[in-house]
């Protein structure tokens, strides 16, 4: 055969080869990307979930008991929600000593003698949480009904710090305030979200 149409042929050959080199080059680079795609959606909804599952594992381990032994005047079963060892902080100042727990169980004592019954509501404007830790600030409503029917209300914002320790979460540094920049909490801030519930 004439040497032309060797050249032809491997011209042809050649261009070929190269179309198809540059044509499976497009193709991986969009399955590049495709599964670069696929692997930060993957981990950004593994990473939320995960989040979401440490929450539902504080509010069963803290939150609930929290707002149960309030409502059933136990100091005891409140104070096992904290840490051994706990920063707290109200308007009266800052406890290091753990002196908090002592007046808990005083108080719900007094409040069963004198007849009172205790119901505490609250909701969550911000929870940031990780595997060992959570920051979690809220709004609160104490309800205090005596003997005569009577009930008061109390209105606060909490800041909470919990940490997770030997297999259990527990709170390390519990500070509330009933004012926000001189601005007493009142009803009408306690009202802009609903109670959680669980």
């Given at each position: 055969?004439?040497?032309?149409?060797?050249?032809?042929?491997?011209?042809?050959?050649?261009?070929?080869?190269?179309?198809?080199?540059e044509?499976?080059?497009?193709?991986?680079?969009?399955?590049?990307?495709?599964?670069?795609?696929?692997?930060?959606?993957t981990?950004?909804?593994?990473?939320?979930?995960?989040?979401a599952?440490?929450?539902?594992?504080?509010?069963?381990?803290?939150?609930?008991?929290?707002?149960?032994?309030?409502?059933?005047?136990?100091?005891?079963?409140?104070?096992d929600?904290?840490?051994?060892?706990?920063?707290?902080?109200?308007?009266?100042?800052?406890?290091?000593?753990?002196?908090f727990?002592?007046?808990?169980?005083?108080?719900?004592?007094?409040?069963?003698?004198?007849?009172?019954?205790?119901?505490?509501?609250?909701?969550?404007?911000?929870?940031?949480?990780?595997?060992?830790?959570?920051?979690?600030?809220?709004?609160?409503?104490?309800?205090?009904?005596?003997?005569?029917?009577?009930?008061?209300?109390?209105?606060?914002?909490?800041?909470?710090?919990?940490?997770?320790?030997?297999?259990i979460?527990?709170?390390?540094?519990?500070?509330?305030?009933?004012?926000?920049?001189?601005?007493?909490?009142?009803?009408?801030?306690?009202?802009?979200?609903?109670?959680?519930?669980f």
């Amino acid at each position: 055969m004439p040497v032309r149409y060797w050249q032809s042929l491997a011209s042809f050959l050649s261009s070929f080869l190269k179309y198809k080199t540059e044509q499976m080059n497009r193709i991986f680079a969009t399955m590049r990307h495709f599964l670069l795609f696929l692997f930060l959606g993957t981990s950004a909804f593994l990473s939320a979930q995960s989040v979401a599952e440490i929450q539902k594992e504080i509010d069963a381990q803290v939150w609930r008991p929290f707002q149960e032994a309030f409502q059933e005047l136990d100091g005891q079963a409140l104070n096992d929600t904290y840490a051994a060892q706990v920063l707290r902080v109200t308007p009266g100042g800052i406890d290091t000593e753990n002196s908090f727990k002592q007046a808990n169980l005083k108080r719900f004592t007094q409040n069963k003698a004198d007849g009172i019954s205790i119901r505490l509501d609250f909701w969550f404007d911000s929870r940031h949480t990780n595997i060992t830790t959570s920051y979690e600030v809220g709004f609160y409503r104490i309800g205090a009904t005596n003997a005569a029917g009577e009930t008061s209300y109390n209105y606060g914002q909490f800041h909470i710090v919990l940490e997770k320790i030997e297999g259990i979460w527990k709170i390390t540094q519990d500070w509330d305030t009933t004012t926000i920049n001189g601005h007493a909490i009142g009803s009408e801030d306690f009202a802009k979200n609903p109670s959680v519930n669980f």
